[in-house]
């Protein structure tokens, strides 16, 4: 059986930690089921042209949202995907919408879906949905915009202990290419 892609992205920024976020939410998914695509802009030769390759074929789209600058990179990467696959749900996560959830859907129409506060859980039953069809009005923890534009606000999601989450994968992304980048080894 052919595992279900899930293309997930970092924007460009001027520091270069690793995409923690994105390695959390990334690692609830199971690996025999899921294929995760981790691409960064600030680690990726030509990220825009990467993410439009990956999302090919690909379940959804996830965007971490950096309140600031980040979103001008955030957004160029989110409306291309969109212009290229039209009916790829794309998923915005992270502080940005975390704070403005129905703004972010208000003021973005290529933005599907938004998540709120920890998105670890939420994202594991969000793909799950995605894959089977389900309606999303049974996902605690996002905001989201119906077929006919009504943007609809889930109740919260109580936060997880994280000492009962999964390990972290880290071989979902060159280690390496970061150490490099920051011209030190920390993590």
């Not at 609830?28 to 990726?44: A, F, K, N, T, W």
């Not at 994202?123 to 996902?139: K, M, T």
């Amino acid at each position: 059986m052919a595992r279900q892609k899930i293309v997930l992205y970092n924007p460009k920024a001027v520091f270069y930690d690793m995409p923690l976020a994105l390695l959390a939410i990334a690692s609830m998914l199971d690996p025999e089921h899921y294929e995760v695509v981790i691409i960064d802009g600030r680690i990726h030769r030509k990220p825009l042209q990467a993410v439009i390759e990956a999302c090919e074929g690909a379940l959804c789209l996830g965007v971490t949202s950096l309140t600031g600058n980040p979103l001008r990179d955030a957004l160029q990467v989110t409306r291309r995907a969109r212009a290229s696959y039209a009916d790829l749900p794309i998923i915005w996560g992270g502080w940005h919408t975390s704070l403005f959830p129905e703004e972010t859907l208000r003021d973005e129409p290529a933005i599907d879906i938004t998540v709120l506060g920890q998105g670890e859980g939420t994202f594991r039953e969000l793909v799950a949905c995605l894959e089977s069809g389900a309606d999303l009005i049974h996902v605690n923890g996002i905001c989201y915009r119906t077929k006919e534009g009504d943007i609809v606000k889930n109740p919260g999601r109580a936060l997880e202990d994280m000492n009962f989450l999964p390990r972290v994968n880290y071989e979902l992304i060159d280690v390496e290419a970061y150490f490099k980048a920051k011209k030190r080894r920390q993590f």
